[in-house]
């Protein structure tokens, strides 16, 4: 998998970083409980299934299957989250979103 460029790097960190890696930007509401449990265990989950922060340490073929479920979940407008988005406006994928990732996807699985 080669370099990501700027413009993947962007809607990635912007649509997808909060749940998908280390560098989560935790809300305001992250304080209050029982949302913050909510948010633990939602962003648990999302580094369990993909962590971009981990990414270097993938082998090839992980990447590649993980290349392969983030097609799946983009495509399928699975993710993000609609319940993310309620509050997270700025990380809806647009069709051109959508589009630069699976070109960059596809480049990489070829």
Known sequence: VEEVPVKVASILK???????????NYPWYQNITPVNYYLAEHINDGKKHLN??????????????????ILEEIEAKKMPLKSYLLLHQQAKLSA????T???????NLN
Do not use: G, M, R, V
């Open 101 to 107: 990732l699976k070109n960059w996807i596809d480049k």
């Open 52 to 69: 971009f922060s981990e990414w270097e340490n993938l082998s090839t073929s992980k990447k590649h299957h993980a290349l392969k479920e």
């Open 96 to 99: 051109t979103d959508i589009q």
């Open 14 to 24: 912007t649509s997808c970083y909060d749940c998908h890696s280390n560098n989560t």
